[in-house]
């Protein structure tokens, strides 16, 4: 599971196995949607911020296999997840 925490508290988890996304948004929403849902949304906001976690996954990717990475993990019921935090560089992408 991968998570993208926004700075305005909204997020992206990404289960692949299920291939699933939720998406909380500002007022704590919960939505559901299976990867080629999300991809093809009415809800705008939801799809970029999506793309945008795409984006920065993909690039974290080709970091690690060119030899580190920038992500950490954190144990949570004895599961790792993987965590990541949007930074304000994304209010500049969309």
């Known amino acids: 599971m991968i998570e993208v925490v926004f700075e305005d508290k909204t997020k992206i988890i990404l289960r692949s196995e299920a291939r699933e996304l939720y998406y909380v948004n ?3 929403q919960w939505e559901t949607y299976t990867l080629s849902e ?3 949304s009415q809800n705008t906001d939801m799809v970029k ?3 945008y ?3 920065v996954l ?3 990717l080709s ?3 060119s030899g580190s990475s920038t992500s950490r ?3 949570e019921n004895n599961k790792e997840k993987n ?3 949007a930074r304000n560089n994304y209010k500049e992408t969309i």
């Open 38 to 40: 999300a991809l093809i």
């Open 26 to 28: 500002k007022r704590g």
């Open 49 to 51: 911020r999506f793309k």
């Open 83 to 85: 965590v990541l935090t």
């Open 58 to 60: 993909t690039g974290l």
């Open 53 to 55: 976690a795409k984006e």
């Open 63 to 65: 970091t690690a296999h």
């Open 73 to 75: 993990k954190i144990g």
